[in-house]
Structure formats: C-alpha cells, structure tokens
T-cell receptor, first 114, second 114 residues
Framework: DVKVTQSSRYLVKRTGEKVFLECVQD?????MFWYRQDPGLGLRLIYF???????EKGDIPEGYSVSREKKERFSLILESASTNQTSMYLC?????????????FGSGTQLSVL | AQTVTQSQPEMSVQEAETVTLSCTYD???????LFWYKQPPSRQMILVIR??????QNATENRFSVNFQKAAKSFSLKISDSQLGDAAMYFC???????????FGQGTRLTINP
C-alpha cells in the first residue's frame, strides 16, 4: 500500500513562529503536492514538486515556501506564521505518468496559529 | 483559469436510497480527467471514481457512477444503495492532460440517515 505520512496530525503555533510541515511518501512517486483545505473553499494548491529540488507555485503560494531535498520528502515552510494560515494542510503524491493517475493523500495536519 | 464548482454544500439521504452530487467545471481544454474523492472523518482522501474526457461512456465503480456531460461541463456522482459508511465530504476534481496538479471543488458534505 502506498503510504503518505505527515509528521503531525495537530499542531499549535504562535504568530510569527517558523513552522515546518513534513511529508514522506514510500512509493517512489515523482510528484508531491501541498494543499490547504478550508471550509467552503475546498482544497487549494500551495506548491508542488515533480522532482528533487524542483518546485512550482500553486494557486496560493504567498507566505509559504517548500523544500524537496530527497525524492520521498516534501516540506512545507511557513516563514512567519499568521492567524490566516490556520487551516488543514494535506500532502499528496502521484506518479509523473499522464494516465490520470490518482493522488495519494496523507491524513492531514490541522494547524492552529494563535 | 480552470474552476470546479460544487453547488451543494450539504446533502443528506436515507440509507439504501440513491443520491446525486453535482459538479460543474469551466475549461477551454478538450483533453482532461475528472475525479471524485471521498474524505471520511479520518481525513484520508480516497479516490472514488475517475473519468477520461475523451471517453463517452460514463465510469462506474460498484455503487458509484457518474453522469458526464462534456458539452454542459457537468460531472455528477450518483451513489446507489447508500450505506452509513458513505458519509463523508466529497470533492470533485479536474486535471488537464499534461498538467500534474488537480483543481478541486468546494466539497459536498454527505450525511446518511439510518
């Protein structure tokens, strides 16, 4: 079974803190994604990566950065957390093939910024 | 920009009945994929069904089927013989052929009444 593991299920941070959200997948997938999920807005793409050290901005990259030093790991960084970044963060991975392959998701990190 | 719209924030159905969740999308592309994902309370996103736009035949997966109307840009999900385990958030998603990222709708929360 493909497994996408997010390091924390719940996280509470203070405004201005630097926050790291970690995601690891074990199926040698090329693509990795960070989505943010908010009620009424669905999932919105923050960043994605299709290879080591490669990254592309999604729809809402402001206030976030990412790091992909190894194929299996994709980190989301909030340089200076703000209250409007309180949200559910979902990591996902997929193969690079263009056959409509599905995304495999982690169980999400519920981040609260106080 | 591609958008996906789910106009029903919440739906409910009696156990064993049939329910249809609506999804419309906006695109100028001709080759793309459409997906329905389920997110139960565990938060783990699960692929329910996918449809290739070039296929006229509607996809089916056991009790789940879609009504794909390409000209109308509509992609509804029908769940037959609803079961308590079907209770979840359901997200419609879209991906252009050649692109790696998915665009998601706002989600529909489905409640199953025993």
């Amino acid at each position: 079974d493909v497994k996408v593991t997010q390091s924390s299920r719940y996280l509470v941070k203070r405004t201005g803190e630097k926050v790291f959200l970690e995601c690891v997948q074990d199926m040698d997938h090329e693509n990795m994604f960070w989505y943010r999920q908010d009620p009424g807005l669905g999932l919105r793409l923050i960043y994605f990566s299709y290879d080591v050290k490669m990254k592309e901005k999604g729809d809402i990259p402001e206030g976030y950065s990412v790091s992909r030093e190894k194929k299996e790991r994709f980190s989301l960084i909030l340089e200076s957390a703000s209250t409007n970044q309180t949200s559910m963060y979902l990591c996902a991975s997929s193969l690079l093939r263009d056959g409509g392959e599905k995304l495999f998701f982690g169980s999400g990190t519920q981040l609260s910024v106080l | 920009a591609q958008t996906v719209t789910q106009s029903q924030p919440e739906m409910s159905v009696q156990e064993a009945e049939t329910v249809t969740l609506s999804c419309t999308y906006d695109t100028s592309e001709s080759d793309y994929y459409l997906f329905w994902y389920k997110q139960p309370p565990s938060r783990q996103m699960i692929l329910v069904i996918r449809q290739e736009a070039y296929k006229q035949q509607n996809a089916t997966e056991n009790r789940f089927s879609v009504n794909f109307q390409k000209a109308a840009k509509s992609f509804s999900l029908k769940i037959s013989d609803s079961q308590l385990g079907d209770a979840a958030m359901y997200f419609c998603a879209y991906r252009i052929q050649g692109a790696q990222k998915l665009v998601f709708g706002q989600g529909t929360r489905l409640t199953i009444n025993p």
